[in-house]
């Protein structure tokens, strides 16, 4: 596609329920980047993957959160036992070998609501 | 204390006002410094990229880093009502792969 995809593009869910977020970075994009914003905040770094492997993932806030990527393709976010403080938008980014410095490409987000 | 600290507003100014945003950091061992544009309910988009300290000019905005006071600044001249929406200063360590250090964003109304 011409962008960064993400969906779902909203999520409402309940305390303690698992979501699963995905996204579908631009074809031939090799690192992808998860980032977290809370209301009124920055964004917040999660993970970092080249390739399919993590080699950062210093960000995730708990063991609750994992990710996943197939190849140089989508990735998938889980977080497990939503607490009310995982709502937020959950960004996705990817980058081409060649991108200038901190040229992130971002998807539109996933609006993430626990109750 | 954050690494970076950005005054979150809102900022509104009139149509045709010169808009001075900036950051300041903490974390001495950053080498490039961007500023995001991000418009509501969208991802954020790179604007500039700024390598260690001095200026860049890129149309109506120009990028500015003093490594030695730890700050970063955007202007915007002759702004316009197309430029309302949050500006996000990012910082890296490291060329390109590096993930990046937001800002809290500064909301910026620009009204005609």
């Known amino acids: 596609g011409a962008g960064v995809s993400q969906s779902p593009s909203n999520k409402v869910t309940e305390k303690g329920k698992d979501v699963e977020l995905r996204c579908d970075p631009i074809s031939g994009h090799t690192a992808l980047y998860w980032y977290r914003q809370r209301l009124g905040q920055g964004l917040e770094f999660l993970i970092y993957f080249q390739g399919n492997s993590a080699p950062d993932k210093s960000g995730l806030p708990s063991d609750r959160f994992s990710a996943e990527r197939t190849g140089e393709s989508v990735s998938t976010l889980t977080i497990q036992r939503t607490q009310q403080e995982d709502s937020a938008v959950y960004l996705c980014?990817?980058?081409?070998?060649?991108?200038?410095?901190?040229?992130?490409?971002f998807g539109p987000g996933t609006r993430l609501t626990v109750l | 204390q954050k690494e970076v600290e950005q005054d979150p507003g809102p900022l509104s100014v009139p149509e045709g006002a010169i808009v001075s945003l900036n950051c300041t950091y903490s974390?001495?061992?950053?080498?490039?410094f961007m500023w995001y544009r991000q418009y509501s309910r969208k991802g954020p988009e790179l604007l500039m990229y700024t390598y260690s300290s001095g200026n860049k000019e890129d149309g109506r905005f120009t990028a500015q880093v003093d490594k030695s006071s730890k700050y970063i600044s955007l202007f915007i001249r002759d702004s316009q009502p197309s430029d309302s929406a949050t500006y996000l200063c990012?910082?890296?360590?490291?060329?390109?792969?590096?993930?990046?250090?937001f800002g809290t964003g500064t909301r910026l109304q620009v009204f005609p």
């Open positions: 974390n001495s061992a950053f080498q490039y």
């Open positions: 980014a990817s980058i081409r070998g060649t991108s200038a410095p901190g040229e992130q490409f």
């Open positions: 990012a910082m890296s360590l490291l060329y390109n792969t590096d993930k990046l250090i």
